[in-house]
């Protein structure tokens, strides 16, 4: 939002200066961006008289003048073509900065003479593009500030130009009278009265409006307008013009310039229509697919069905709040004018805004939500002005549906104040500044004004008396601490879980990676993903166009950066989310760990290895333990694509995958550029079942004191089975008893089917006893080891190995 000085003035009185205007408007929360002070580059420049002009003796296109200046007189050799005896000009002296040229001047020789100088046009100091000879001057005094002139004889044209931060929730601040209020709410000055009067019609419109009964609940609720018939439509005066291009906008017309003038002046948006080229009444109405309309940005907009628009009975005449018409736009020819002002729902025309990808100053307004109560006001202030300024005769103003009734009221809680921001603030102050601000007061309620659609509930009024009394009061103070008693824990089960996965991982010596949620797509459907479904619309670069499947590609993408680098024994990890939709909730939380290279440096002892499956598998369950999942889990081999499908395996509980780990496949390396051995293990903690008992402490540690005892088994089964098998059967054997399974020794291969018979293998487990409540005896050793034996037996079809 940008405006002036000046026009910050006509609706604050105020003796504040600039900086303290500057410092409340950021306090305020209307941070300023940019302070552009067109004085600045002007201070240098004095004003002077040139007392003789004569021709150049060696160019005829040149003048010798004689200038009388501050520092006496002086020679300037000029080339406009008004350069005479006796005119008031801008002096530029040797040594200025001349902005509109970009040059520094100096004393120099213009074909032979001598020049202390320039007398500058209006182009060379940047007022306009006029340069078809020098600034002449009504009046002025030798030696006068050009910008002290200049304040006095054209009011805004050395104005300080601000440009201030909207957040979206402020659009009451899109008009300068809207700043002008919160400023004196500040007590930086009163708000001058905005007296609006009802301009009366003189006849009936000859152009009705209406609007299509679907939209009036959702679309547009209020739509007014009038015409003005006799207006003349040339340049707008300069303070006028001045303003609109002290905030960037090139003035037009007359028209167009008041039109965009109540944009910025009061956030009320208006169009104007040249009455001449409407055809019939204007109507409110959905578009037809197939319709389109030109736009005054010179564009043709294809319109989707639904999009509202205002038309005639020729079609499409604007896009209804956000850009009017090519073919009903005004022009220096325009004598008739209906001028429109209506209510537009937001969402509507946010909707429409984002699909036709338009931006306009309108649109900006209207999609965060402009004064419904003063769509009335706005157009009689607008007709007033163009009556001003284009003369003419306006009509009586033709409505069609209703304003909006915004009328809400909240509780005013003086004690919140102190609850919610910590600042003391008596209840006067309180109820003072929300009726500065406009808010309606009737006992402990309050009404928000209609051009506040931001404030919904108690706290937000909480926050204006906050944000006026100034948040830099602010203290810090200490959190109250609970009397009694440990604090109820802040963080999810889940994050608790998703900080221990991290805290675990790093002290078993990973790096932690944090990459993007964005991979290319080539990798996207390498690891599973890469549907349309997860595509990024408006991706950052080639590289990111889909969500991630998954967190390993992200790790081999930095393995193979760091190994281009030199680094080639890395084990990295990251927690973070993976993607398997682009709806929202299609997401899960994963941890995965990557080992590339070796498992340590080399050293004289020959320790060092290539990491395998098994260094994956242990810290694998080594997160999975320090989560809290159950040490007995089910293993498979329903493993995805990218790993090794024979040197892979899953841990699970049922239908549910805990963890997957083991080497990646080959082709998935060197897809990705990765070099050696590479294993790598995904958890899924969000599988990890929550202990059913809800407890703060952990569960009491259970140690016996009588000893404990091993015994060995060996079996002899098909080399098909799996070690798994024996384990657990022999596990649940008796489940009160035994502690621990492990497999100690396996015999395979052509000497095992040997002595055991073709196509078999021995497996040997130890099986620790512990009991609890007494010493075993040689019985109840037996009697276990017999149903070990049996289990496995049943369970893996081998037998007990003689």
């Known amino acids: 939002m940008k405006f002036t000085l000046s026009w910050l003035k006509d609706h604050l009185e105020t003796e504040a200066s600039l900086d303290d205007i500057l410092y409340a408007l950021t306090d305020l929360g209307l941070e300023v961006e940019e302070v552009f002070d067109p004085a600045s580059k002007l201070a240098p420049f004095t004003i002077a008289k040139v007392l003789h002009a004569e021709k150049h003796p060696d160019a005829d296109k040149l003048r010798v003048c004689k200038v009388l200046t501050d520092e006496g007189e002086k020679q300037i050799v000029c080339g406009a073509p008004n350069a005479r005896e006796g005119i008031t000009v801008v002096l530029c002296k040797p040594g200025d900065y001349v902005p ?104 009936a419109s000859p152009i009705t409006v209406s609007i299509a009964p679907e939209l009036k609940d959702k679309g547009c609720p209020y ?53 001449a080229k409407v055809q019939g009444n204007l109507l409110v109405r959905p578009a037809v697919a197939g319709e389109s309309l030109l736009a005054l940005d010179g564009k043709t907009y294809a319109l989707q069905a639904g ?137 402990d309620m309050a009404t928000p004004p209609s051009w506040r659609p931001d404030v919904l509930g108690e706290a ?135 080992l590339v290279g070796a498992n340590a440096p080399r050293d004289a002892f020959g320790s060092r290895r290539p990491v395998d499956i098994y260094d994956a598998k242990a810290d694998a369950e080594a997160v999975l333990a320090a989560i809290g999942a159950p040490a007995k889990v089910q293993m498979n081999r329903k493993v995805p694509g990218w790993f090794h499908p024979g040197r892979t395996g899953v841990m699970a509980l049922g239908p549910k995958t805990l963890c997957v780990f083991g080497e990646v496949h080959p082709k998935v390396l060197a897809e990705m550029g990765v070099k050696g051995p590479a294993v790598a293990f995904t958890l899924l903690p969000e599988n990890v079942p929550f202990p059913k008992a809800k407890s703060a402490t952990r569960p009491a540690l259970g140690l016996s004191d009588l000893q404990a005892v091993e015994r060995d088994f060996a079996f002899v089964v098909d080399k098909t089975v799996e070690a798994l098998t024996l384990v657990n059967a022999a596990a649940g054997a008796d489940k009160a008893l035994i502690e621990t399974v492990r497999v100690f020794d396996q015999f395979t291969g052509e000497k095992a089917e040997a002595q055991m018979g073709a196509g078999k293998k021995s497996i040997a487990l130890t099986v620790r006893l512990q009991p609890r409540d007494k010493t075993l005896t040689e019985a109840d050793i037996a009697a276990v080891s017999a149903k070990v034996v049996e289990k496995v037996t049943k369970a893996s079809g081998g037998t007990l190995r003689s």
């Not at 944009?263 to 040249?274: A, E, Q, S, W």
């Not at 969500?547 to 990251?574: M, T, V, W, Y």
Request: aromatic letters at 6%.
């Open 223 to 275: 739509f007014a307008g009038r015409l003005i018939r006799g207006v003349t439509n040339g340049p707008s005066p300069d303070w006028l013009q001045a303003r609109l291009k002290a905030i960037g906008l090139r003035p037009i017309s007359t028209l167009v310039d008041i039109t965009n003038y109540f944009t910025y002046d009061l956030n009320r948006p208006l169009h104007v229509f040249d009455a």
């Open 100 to 203: 509109g040229i970009d040059v520094t001047l100096g004393i120099g020789k213009i074909r032979g003479v001598e020049s202390h100088g320039m007398m500058a046009s209006e182009r060379e100091l940047e007022l306009s593009d006029e340069h078809n000879g020098i600034i002449e001057l009504p009046s002025g005094e030798v030696g006068q500030k050009f910008v002290d002139w200049l304040a006095e004889n054209r009011p805004g044209t050395v104005d300080p130009m601000i440009y201030i931060k909207i957040t979206p929730n402020r659009p009451d601040a899109l008009g300068v009278r809207g700043i002008a209020r919160d400023l004196a709410a500040r007590g930086l000055g009163v708000l001058k009265p905005l007296e609006v009067e009802a301009v009366p019609g003189g006849y």
């Open 460 to 594: 937000d009024l909480v926050e204006e008396v906050a944000r006026i009394a100034s948040l830099t009061q602010l203290e810090g103070r200490p959190l109250a601490r609970p009397e009694t008693g440990v604090p109820a824990p802040i963080l999810t089960p889940m994050q608790m879980r998703e900080k221990t996965a991290r805290r675990t991982l790093a002290a078993l010596g990973y790096n932690e990676c944090v990459t993007y949620s964005f991979i290319d797509s080539r990798s996207a459907a390498m690891f599973g993903g890469g549907e349309d479904a997860t595509r990024i619309d408006n991706p950052i670069s080639s590289e990111m166009t889909h969500l991630r499947p998954d967190l390993l590609p992200g790790l081999l993408q930095a393995a193979a950066r760091n190994q281009a680098r030199g680094f080639a024994d890395l084990a990295l990890f990251e927690v973070g989310p993976a993607f398997h939709g682009g709806e929202p909730g299609e997401q899960h939380l994963q941890a995965a760990g990557l």
């Open 307 to 443: 999009q509202m628009v205002i038309a005639d009975d020729a079609g499409p005449e604007s896009l209804a709040g956000i850009m009017g018409g090519e073919l009903s736009g005004c022009t220096p020819e325009t004598v008739d004018v209906f001028v429109e002002s209506a209510f537009w729902d937001p969402i509507t025309i946010a909707a429409t805004g984002r699909a036709l990808k338009i931006n306009s100053d309108a649109r900006y307004r209207f999609e965060r939500g402009v004064d419904p109560q003063f769509t009335l006001p706005g157009l009689e202030l607008a007709t007033q002005m163009i009556l001003d300024l284009c003369g003419g005769e306006a009509s009586a103003v033709v409505t069609d549906g209703a304003v909006p009734d915004t009328t809400r009221a909240y509780r005013l809680n003086p004690a919140r104040v102190i609850s919610l921001v910590g600042m003391d603030i008596p209840e006067a102050t309180q109820r003072a500044t929300l009726e500065a601000l406009g808010f309606t007061l009737a006992g």
